[in-house]
C-alpha cells in the first residue's frame, strides 16, 4: 500500500518561497513517478510537475515553469516542491501522487494520491 503525506502549506505572501513535502511509504520515490497536482477552488485538478521513476529530469507545467522545483531524495523517500515568486494564482490545494507510468501529466494516470496540504496567497 502506498501512502503519501504532503506538508509545508499555509499562507504566503505573493513572491514567497515555500517549499512542500511529500513523504512516501517505504521504496515509493524509487519505484513510482512522482508528481505534484494543484486544485483551486471550482476549478478541476491540474498538473503541476513530476519525475519519472525512471530517472532523468523534471518536467513541469507551463504556467510554473522557472518558478517551481521538483526534487527527491532517494535515502528518505521524500519529494519536495520549491515555489518562488509566488502568484495569488497559485492559491490551491497542492496534491502529491504518484503513478507506476513514466512522462505522466494526467489526473487519471496516477494510481495513488496524498490528502493534500493548501497554499494560499495574498497580494
Known amino acids: 500500500q502506498v501512502q503519501l503525506v504532503e506538508s509545508g502549506g499555509g499562507l504566503v505572501q505573493a513572491g514567497g518561497s515555500p517549499r512542500l513535502s511529500c513523504a512516501a511509504s517505504?521504496?515509493?520515490?524509487?519505484?513510482?513517478?512522482m508528481g505534484w497536482f494543484r486544485q483551486a477552488p471550482g476549478k478541476e485538478r491540474e498538473f503541476v510537475a513530476a519525475?519519472?521513476?525512471?530517472?532523468?529530469?523534471?518536467y513541469y507545467a507551463d504556467s510554473v515553469k522557472g518558478r517551481f522545483t521538483l526534487s527527491r531524495d532517494y535515502a528518505k523517500n521524500t519529494v519536495w516542491l520549491q515555489m518562488d515568486s509566488l502568484k495569488p494564482e497559485d492559491t490551491a490545494v497542492y496534491y502529491c501522487?504518484?503513478?507506476?507510468?513514466?512522462?505522466?501529466?494526467?489526473?487519471?494516470?496516477?494510481?495513488?494520491w496524498g490528502q493534500g496540504t493548501q497554499v494560499t496567497v495574498s497580494s
Open positions: 517505504r521504496r515509493t520515490v524509487t519505484t513510482y513517478t
Open positions: 519525475i519519472n521513476w525512471s530517472g532523468g529530469s523534471a
Open positions: 501522487a504518484a503513478s507506476a507510468a513514466v512522462a505522466v501529466t494526467s489526473v487519471p494516470q496516477y494510481n495513488y
